[in-house]
């Protein structure tokens, strides 16, 4: 067994992915239901008006969550043009998609093969783009294929 050394100055792990979300529970719900994670904390703070809730699939300390943020007097943000994406293994991209679709998500690119290397490997991976309900964007990406 390898044993990798942490560095002592330097970060080591990705706890978790912050996105401000304007109804807590629409979002909740969206991220339970549609992408099957679990909520596993949550924090309030009442002074300073907002509640935190880490959602994921499993609460071990090596697995990366994602923290939505209520503000309670905020009902809306945008996006602005450096955010990207959050991406999500499934092990059937259409099925899932299928799923997805059928509970009210909105599919913004439908399951399909995308280049991974120069056109001469021919290597290609299944993805799909779906909108959480706040417009953030999912990649959900097909582990048979990677």
């Not at 909740?28 to 909520?39: K, S, T």
């Not at 090596?62 to 503000?71: C, F, P, R, V």
């Not at 299944?126 to 990649?139: H, Q, S, T, V």
Request: proline content about 5%; charged content about 20%; glycine content about 8%.
């Amino acid at each position: 067994m390898t044993h990798i050394t942490k560095p002592t100055a330097m970060p080591f792990r990705i706890l978790y992915s912050m996105i401000r979300v304007a109804d807590l529970g629409r979002s909740i719900a969206f991220y339970q239901n549609v992408l099957g994670m679990h909520e596993l904390r949550r924090e309030t703070f009442p002074e300073g008006r907002f509640t935190l809730v880490f959602m994921g699939y499993d609460n071990d300390a090596n697995n990366a969550q994602i923290e939505l943020t209520y503000n309670w007097d905020q009902s809306a943000y945008t996006h602005g043009t450096g955010y990207g994406h959050t991406a999500l293994e499934v092990a059937d991209i259409t099925a899932a998609c299928d799923r997805m679709a059928a509970m009210g998500a909105k599919i913004i690119r439908a399951p399909g093969p995308m280049k991974l290397a120069p056109i001469e490997t021919g290597e290609y991976e299944n993805i799909a783009f779906l909108e959480d309900p706040d417009g953030y964007k999912i990649e959900l990406i097909e582990a048979a294929a990677r």
